[in-house]
């Protein structure tokens, strides 16, 4: 069985005549809004607030940043405008407080040990090396019991 693959489905559908259903309402609505501004006030008045109505309704119809719909920059615009904003100019790196009780270490005052301190130190505290499979030479390492091979 085969299946028709939906193509161009992020192209609107021209309904009427040239223009999609958002261009019309867009334009309808426009108009409409500049008829009751030129019927209901003085028309000195009228035509200077029927201009913007006008720019602005053709502008929601036709106009696109960035492949995008003016009407999506005015809501970012809006979002923008009566979103709470922090303001950060300069930011200051706390310090911390140094505290009687612990003292400071730099990293070139600590001891370096060797190989045979470390090996003093072990043999003072009891350790044996053979139990420790990360330090005992690898001639002592325990053996399994039925192959011989040495257990890690």
Not at 10 to 18: A, F, Q, T, V
Not at 56 to 66: D, I, M, R, T
């Amino acid at each position: 069985m085969r299946f028709q693959t939906p193509q161009f489905i992020d192209i609107e559908d021209k309904i009427i005549g040239p223009l999609t259903i958002k261009q019309f309402v867009y334009l309808a609505g426009g108009a409409g809004l500049c008829f009751a501004l030129y019927r209901f006030l003085p028309l000195f008045l009228a035509i200077i607030l029927i201009i913007p109505v006008a720019t602005l309704a053709g502008a929601l119809a036709f106009y696109k940043v960035n492949n995008k719909g003016f009407v999506n920059l005015l809501e970012a615009m809006v979002r923008f405008v009566l979103n709470s904003k922090l303001y950060i100019w300069k930011k200051s790196e706390k310090k911390p407080q140094k505290t009687a009780t612990t003292p400071s270490v730099s990293p070139t005052s600590l001891p370096h040990l060797s190989q045979s301190k470390l090996k003093d130190m072990m043999w003072k505290l009891g350790v044996k090396e053979n139990e420790n499979p990360v330090t005992a030479p690898e001639h002592t390492l325990p053996t399994d019991n039925f192959s011989g091979n040495r257990l890690q």
